[in-house]
């Protein structure tokens, strides 16, 4: 490994100190072990992807004027910044406080180029990287908070219309599962005669996989309150049964 010059006692370890004291090589010592942590992080990341796949979100439906486009989790904090900057000041949100980052950023480098490595030395540098997590982290969630509001504030119907739709498959692909649980008869008697006896669909749309698309919040904020021809509670009285078929749909993963 690396030629000896890290391992503390070999000849060249010894001379590379002597030569350079305090220092350590940028190749292969510094790399080495950029890579084997990139390497490690890669693949942790990329198990954890293969485990848990994101499903896509809705089609574009160009019908739809209730849509409020917003962009993904990770630009939201951009996203957020932008409102800050009303009328021609915007220049300032979409250019330069992005560029000014980026340049401080790439820069770095050469603007920080003190010795002390450890977070407590180095105030500045510390106290910004800090700031700007900070920062980073309020934004994303402000822009999300403002983002459900409007969702709330522009009718029902559209809080569906943001989350996945499941796909329309033929009845006899479908697989339900758990049919011995009490949720099931509640489905079979209230929900099927609009999403059909397998979910499929038929007045309402098709509910066979919704556990997959929608997570158990999603589903009881939903059905509880209807919406868009949904009767609300899908028409039911006794909130036991309620939560049985709720228990029941959110394990229905297609
Ligand atoms: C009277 C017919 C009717 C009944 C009964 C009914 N639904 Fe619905 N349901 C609909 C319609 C119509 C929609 C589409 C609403 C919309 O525009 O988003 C819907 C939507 C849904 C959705 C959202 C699906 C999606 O992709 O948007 C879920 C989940 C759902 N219903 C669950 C249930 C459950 C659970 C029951 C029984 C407790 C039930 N429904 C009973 C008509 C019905």
Not at 12 to 35: A, D, I, Q, S, V
Not at 152 to 172: D, E, M, N, Q, R
Not at 240 to 248: A, G, H
Request: hydrophobic share 40%; net charge positive; charged share 15%.
């Amino acid at each position: 490994m690396a030629g000896g010059e890290r391992i503390p006692g070999t000849p060249r370890y010894r001379h590379h100190l002597l030569k350079n004291p305090g220092t350590e090589p940028f190749f292969p010592n510094f790399l080495l072990k950029e890579w084997i942590a990139g390497a490690i992080f890669l693949t942790a990341f990329m198990l954890w992807i293969v485990f848990n796949p994101v499903p896509l979100g809705s089609k574009a439906n160009p019908d739809d004027t209730s849509f409020i486009p917003v962009p993904d989790w990770y630009f939201l904090f951009l996203y957020q910044l932008l409102k800050y900057y009303p009328g021609s000041a915007i220049v300032f949100g979409t250019v330069l406080v992005p560029l000014a980052a980026s340049l401080i950023l790439i820069f770095t480098p050469w603007l920080d180029v003190k010795k002390a490595r450890h977070p407590y030395k180095r105030p500045l540098a510390t106290g910004g990287m800090v700031l700007v997590t900070f920062l980073t982290i309020w934004l994303t969630n402000e822009a999300w908070i403002q983002h459900k509001a409007e969702l709330a504030s522009s009718g029902g119907g559209a809080v569906t219309t943001a989350l996945p739709k499941v796909p329309k498959i033929p009845k006899s692909q479908i697989h339900l599962i758990d049919t011995n649980m009490p949720g099931y008869q509640v489905f079979e008697s209230t929900c099927a005669t609009c999403h059909g006896s397998s979910g499929e669909g038929v007045i309402g749309p098709p509910i066979y996989a919704i556990g997959k698309y929608w997570n158990e919040k999603q589903l009881t904020d939903f059905v509880t309150k209807g919406g868009g021809g949904m009767p609300a509670k899908g028409g039911l009285t006794n909130a036991k049964q309620l939560q049985e078929v709720l228990d029941w749909l959110s394990k229905q993963k297609g």
